[in-house]
């Protein structure tokens, strides 16, 4: 059974880096019918997808993140990881990872579907 | 981007009324839409993908519709175990949006 969990420190003082890892356990990362995704819930707030990575290394991001955010992955340890610089209080959230399931025809369209499985979340305050 | 918007952004019914919860898209997104159920303290649960394939163990009190624009989740006779907040989520761009969220509540 797949499962996935987050790790990471729990407090990030403002303006510096948030780094946050999600373990997958069950299944491989490389799996080419998932990508790995980062969705984050700030406090009395609804959800938000952050961005995406596939296997191949190929990345999405939300706009609204984009310019200070980078996703990456660890095939090695069957992992990916977020990175966001410069955190402010309104980066305080509940952040999550989750498997998003995704279907490549032969000739190479993308068709995206729900995510499917998810970690329990981990919570992050940014504060002094 | 696409925007999501959902309706009502919070509902109140009674044991056995039948809900309904809509979600609308900026733009056609054909049947790309996926409904959450996020009960608090708990990660967000993927009820249904491509507007009404439910999931696998999801009870079939559950139900959805739409296409192009326009969906809607329904929960055909509320149970206390349904208390929870939903959100629609469009996957028909790569760029992922979710809706505000709709919560339910018991009356």
């Known amino acids: 059974q797949l499962q996935l969990q987050e790790s990471g420190p729990g407090l990030v003082k403002p303006s510096e880096t948030l780094s946050l890892s999600c373990t997958v356990s069950?299944?491989?990362?490389?799996?080419?019918?998932?990508?790995w995704g980062w969705i984050r819930q700030p406090p009395g707030k609804g959800l938000e997808w952050i961005g995406s990575i596939y296997f191949s290394g190929s990345t999405y991001y939300n706009p609204s993140l984009k310019r200070r955010l980078i996703i990456s992955l660890d095939t090695s340890k069957n992992q990916f990881s977020l990175r966001l610089d410069s955190v402010t209080a309104t980066d305080t959230a509940v952040y999550y990872c989750?498997?998003?399931?995704?279907?490549?025809?032969?000739?190479?369209?993308?068709?995206?579907?729900?995510?499917?499985?998810w970690g329990q979340g981990t919570t992050v305050t940014v504060s002094s | 981007d696409i925007q999501m918007t959902q309706s009502p952004s919070s509902l109140s019914a009674s044991v056995g009324d039948r809900v309904t919860i809509t979600c609308r898209a900026s733009?056609?997104?054909?049947?790309?839409l996926n409904w959450y159920q996020h009960i608090q303290g708990k990660a967000p649960k993927l009820l249904m993908h491509s507007a009404s394939t439910l999931q696998s163990g999801v009870p079939s009190r559950f139900s959805g519709s739409g296409s192009g624009t326009h969906f809607t989740l329904t929960i055909s006779s509320l149970q206390p175990e349904d208390i929870a907040t939903y959100y629609c989520q469009q996957s028909y761009s790569a760029l992922l949006t979710f809706g505000g969220g709709t919560k339910v509540e018991i009356k």
């Open positions: 069950g299944g491989s990362i490389t799996n080419n019918s998932y990508y």
């Open positions: 733009q056609s997104i054909s049947t790309y």
């Open positions: 989750a498997r998003q399931r995704v279907l490549v025809t032969s000739s190479l369209s993308y068709f995206y579907y729900g995510m499917d499985v």
